[in-house]
């Protein structure tokens, strides 16, 4: 009788420490960051080598889209700039030749005034190298600006041209179907061979390495439960498997609203709740949708 009085003991303190008498607080579901992906331009799929429940990387080129037109107008539009730049004049070359004779009418000017005050030059010779001087500097000035003109024209024209060569260079650059995030290829709205259009959803990824249960709370709630708390989370996996995580309270929302028909909180059911999100770190076990609580006690 008295090793049964002690079994009953011990059965009553088991239970009496098992998870079931622990307290739900809050209930939802497990829930991640989902981005879908969207064609950023138009033309046949020639590649999607990422399958379903692959990992896939930031950045990592998953698809291609055809841009074999885009390449080509690219080739173009650089021999159009390429034969624009090689029309490009070189001011200092070709005026070189006009500035040398400027500079030895203006030496021959310098001699003539010498001479006139020496009164062995006429006035004639004194106006006539003045007059060539005057005339050299005017073709000069003339030559330069029609020259610094064409350049001016024709970088614009290149500069043109080098803003469309970027344009291509973006749009091609978006024909790479390229993963946003680390996560998990969760779903494939498209095939090699199809035709994809600006906009057309591709395939959705989650960060399934990083989830939340997004639970809710009632306002009474709101006075113990604060952003960054760390609280106790259970996930139930089903055949009365319960596992426990801890997480940290990473949002709550700032306005209530109805209470869902699935949700139940530690008080009978409310008119009006709180959404809030408890991240958690993915042991490999945790899936979207399933169960889960916070709880507190022991």
């Not at 400027?102 to 010779?125: C, D, G, H, Y």
């Not at 408890?278 to 076990?285: E, H, K, P, Q, T």
């Amino acid at each position: 009788m008295k090793q049964l009085a002690v079994i009953s003991i011990l059965l009553l303190t088991l239970v009496s420490c098992t998870p079931s008498s622990q307290v739900k607080i809050a209930e939802g579901s497990l829930e991640a960051t989902e981005v879908i992906i969207s064609a950023e331009g138009n033309g046949r799929i020639v590649t999607f080598d990422a399958t379903e429940g692959s990992q896939v990387k930031a950045d990592q080129v998953i698809g291609q889209l055809d841009d074999q037109q885009l390449v080509l107008q690219r080739k173009q539009l650089l021999a159009n700039k390429e034969r624009i730049e090689s029309q490009m004049p070189n001011v200092d070359v070709q005026i070189a030749p006009l500035k040398a004779q400027l500079e030895v009418a203006m030496t021959e000017q310098a001699r003539v005034a010498n001479l006139f005050e020496a009164k062995a030059a006429s006035q004639k010779q004194v106006d006539d190298i003045n007059a060539q001087v005057k005339s050299l500097s005017a073709q000069l000035a003339a030559q330069k600006l029609t020259l610094e003109q064409t350049v001016s024209s024709l970088t614009s024209e290149s500069s043109a041209l080098s803003f469309q060569i970027a344009q291509l260079d973006d749009q091609i650059a978006k024909c790479a179907i390229a993963s946003p995030i680390d996560g998990t290829l969760l779903t494939k709205y498209a095939e090699v061979g199809e035709l994809a259009t600006m906009g057309k959803s591709l395939c959705k990824i989650a960060d399934l390495a990083h989830m939340y249960l997004r639970a809710y709370i009632t306002a009474s709630q709101l006075s113990t439960l604060a952003l960054g708390d760390t609280v106790k989370v259970m996930i139930d996996f089903g055949s009365s498997e319960e596992r426990y995580y801890e997480g940290t309270i990473t949002w709550i929302s700032d306005k209530a609203e109805f209470t869902p028909k699935t949700v139940q909180t530690k008080d009978e059911r409310a008119s009006l709740v709180y959404a809030m999100k408890v991240s958690l770190v993915n042991d490999g076990y945790l899936k979207l949708g399933m169960y889960g609580a916070v709880v507190e006690g022991n």
